[in-house]
């Protein structure tokens, strides 16, 4: 019912920038906070921001100063702004959101987006 795609990701070199999008499909219903995770290769997932219908936000230590979260309510997508990228960013990146139909106080539930490759390399 709902879907989460993302786009953005890709080779990018030490330094460089990137600008992850992810975009809700589901009218019908209402979004909670929104986020993304990554995976590096043989490592565990970790979070890496957060950020709320109104605009509060986490950043992991790891990314903190470096990448920013933002999301447009209006479109249902978060954004992923990569700054000052180094080689340890490299990862599947994940889009996360809590969603429930519109119009309800129903229980939100997790959905998860399939995930885009960021290289860092020189």
């Known amino acids: 019912q709902v879907q989460l795609v993302e786009s953005g990701g890709g080779l990018v070199q030490p330094g460089g920038s990137l600008r992850l999008s992810c975009a809700a499909s589901?009218?019908?219903?209402?979004?909670?906070?929104m986020g993304w995770f990554r995976q590096p290769p043989g490592k565990q997932r970790e979070v890496v921001a957060t950020i709320t219908t109104g605009s509060g936000t986490y950043v992991a230590d790891s990314v903190k100063g470096r990448f920013a979260i933002s999301r447009d309510n209006a479109k249902n997508t978060v954004y992923l702004q990569m700054n000052s990228l180094k080689f340890e960013d490299t990862a599947v990146y994940y889009c996360h959101a809590v969603a429930r139909p519109r119009g309800t106080a129903t229980a939100f539930t997790d959905y998860w987006g399939q995930g885009t490759q960021v290289t860092v390399s020189s």
């Open positions: 589901g009218s019908m219903f209402s979004y909670g906070v």
